[in-house]
């Protein structure tokens, strides 16, 4: 019995101490039975564990799409909004023209033999040319516009609404003009130094504002010592036909004695007032050099 029993815990122990191997039928992936397997006691709990590793895993991953599309939206809006700020950062000023604003190349011949239809002696048709080009100078602006720069302005009474404003466009060049052949325009009054004072003065400020900084070269002339500039430049300007259109869509009659009426004096332009003068800038009737005995207080050029 005694030997039996040795027998037996030899055979044990030698068991227990065997290695096993992968054609062993104790070994299986996982160290799972496959009688467990068949009998599915421990095949649900692998499924369960496989499904709830597959879980987190799809969670993290949306997870992970999640923070990462945040993250791809913040960059996105903070990009945009230093691209709108470059944008507003353009113009220092708010001005509904804008819109219509279109800079282009531009050469500009100056030259002083050079014509074109603003230049000459005066004539019919140089003056409707320079009345042309301020004709759509009375525009109708929003009170929206006129918050954005913190001012007022003159209401006008018609069916549209809005307020009276004009683009800041040198208009004192063509008084200017006038000034040289004074005898033409009857330009004479006693106010016309100050007249002339005010409008060098404002052509200077604006120069001097806008400081185009277009160079102007030079040549040799083989009769002169000096240098001789070449007044043919490229510039860079604004589309002038592009404002004049908005300007024109945006244009009302001033002379309508409706639009415009002081609350205590009544119509900014009665027709009695600009017929007698025909010296208002602007009208369809306008002649600058009318002539008439009348004598009133409104200096129309």
Not at 41 to 51: E, V
């Amino acid at each position: 019995m005694y030997l039996a029993l040795k027998r037996d815990r030899s055979y044990s122990t030698s068991s227990e101490r065997q290695p096993l191997s992968d054609s062993s039928e104790e070994y299986h992936d996982e160290s799972i039975n496959k009688e467990d397997f068949d009998n599915g006691t421990l095949y649900a709990d692998h499924q369960r564990q496989t499904s709830l590793r597959w879980s987190s895993l799809c969670f993290h991953l949306i997870l992970a799409s999640i923070y990462g599309a945040a993250f791809l939206a913040a960059t996105y809006r903070s990009t945009s909004s230093i691209r709108c700020q470059d944008r507003k950062s353009d113009h220092l000023i708010a001005s509904p023209l804008y819109e219509a604003v279109e800079i282009e190349r531009k050469t500009i011949n100056a030259s002083i033999e050079t014509e074109n239809p603003f230049k000459g002696a005066p004539s019919e048709e140089l003056d409707h040319a320079w009345h042309q080009l301020f004709i759509n100078s009375n525009i109708r602006v929003t009170a929206e516009d006129l918050q954005k720069i913190n001012r007022t302005s003159v209401p006008i009474h018609d069916e549209k609404g809005g307020y009276y404003a004009i683009p800041v466009i040198n208009y004192d060049q063509k008084f200017l003009r006038q000034v040289i052949y004074h005898s033409y325009y009857h330009v004479g009054k006693p106010t016309t130094p100050m007249h002339i004072e005010h409008c060098i003065d404002n052509l200077r400020q604006n120069i001097m504002c806008k400081a185009d900084i277009a160079l102007l070269t030079f040549t040799w002339d083989p009769s002169d010592r000096a240098p001789k500039p070449n007044f043919v430049v490229e510039h860079e300007c604004a589309n002038w036909e592009k404002v004049d259109k908005w300007a024109e869509e945006h244009r009302f009659d001033i002379f309508d004695e409706t639009t415009l009426v002081h609350p205590t004096l009544g119509p900014s332009f009665p027709e009695r007032e600009y017929k007698a003068t025909g010296r208002i800038p602007g009208h369809p009737d306008f002649h600058p050099n009318y002539h008439s005995d009348y004598h009133g207080d409104r200096d129309g050029v």
